[in-house]
């Protein structure tokens, strides 16, 4: 593993802030795109079975890149023509309007609260079968919404419309708003860091979502040089076997 670079917090800052500057690209490099491709493909092999997909990505703390990851998980979909509906359930720390440049809308939190029609909240993006969901005004409830009646009829609804579903959702070990989303899913990805999440945040993250009978699909390593082995910035394995070591988490194949 790679030594924890001088002035790691102040680029890691910076690198949040341009963060939709990362967001796939024709500039994007071969290997970062094929990362992605093989992410896609571990996911479509994971949550089999017909018809519309809902997928959850979280994290065990904030920072670790799990909106940009989702946002990219989504283009890789988008690409290969199916249509991908990416849904901001972080009513508390909302990334995906900063992703995309949409600002000041009506979004999840309007709709559940039946202050906004589905159609008015839904928001095409500049990537071809694209659309996406932003959270909305930033609500005194927010896990309450989530578990409403009305976030169910929502994603039966998007169901009849999009292949699949991706719902960005706060850190797991911060609330428990990704551990109620996901009754609604057929899958959760966590996002984890390199030099950020530390061992026990991360196993603290699996050991809620375990308890709550979440399945797990997946981890990414997010924060790796292509010198450590990654792909121009993760790994994506399953979660299968995995084992802890230097305060980051590695999951490998079963």
Do not use: W
């Not at 290997?31 to 994971?46: G, I, K, L, P, Q």
């Not at 308890?211 to 994506?236: P, Q, R, T």
């Amino acid at each position: 593993m790679t030594k924890k670079p001088k002035n790691f917090t102040k680029e890691l800052d910076k690198k949040l802030r341009d963060d939709h500057k990362r967001l796939l690209n024709k500039n994007t490099s071969f290997d970062v795109r094929e990362a992605y491709r093989e992410m896609r493909t571990n996911v479509m092999f994971s949550v089999t079975g017909s018809g519309s997909k809902t997928i959850a990505v979280t994290s065990s703390i904030a920072s670790e890149g799990k909106s940009t990851t989702n946002f990219n998980l989504g283009i890789t979909f988008a690409e290969m023509g199916a249509k991908v509906v990416i849904v901001d359930c972080d009513l508390r720390r909302p990334n995906v309007g900063r992703l995309v440049g949409l600002h000041k809308k009506k979004g999840l939190s309007n709709y559940l609260i039946n202050d906004a029609e589905l159609e008015s909240v839904i928001h095409h993006t500049d990537f071809e079968n694209l659309d996406v969901v932003l959270a909305g005004n930033i609500p005194p409830n927010p896990t309450e919404l989530l578990a409403s009646d009305n976030m169910k009829e929502l994603i039966d609804t998007l169901k009849g419309t999009y292949d699949y579903i991706l719902l960005d959702t706060p850190p797991v070990t911060v609330v428990t708003d990704a551990a109620v989303i996901s009754k609604l899913t057929d899958g959760m990805i966590i996002v984890t860091r390199q030099f950020i999440s530390e061992k026990p945040l991360l196993k603290d993250a699996i050991s809620k979502l375990k308890f709550v009978d979440a399945k797990i699909i997946g981890v990414v390593l997010n924060g790796v040089s292509a010198s450590d082995g990654g792909y121009g910035g993760y790994k994506y394995k399953y979660y299968k076997r995995g084992y802890y070591k230097r305060g980051y988490y590695r999951a490998y194949y079963k």
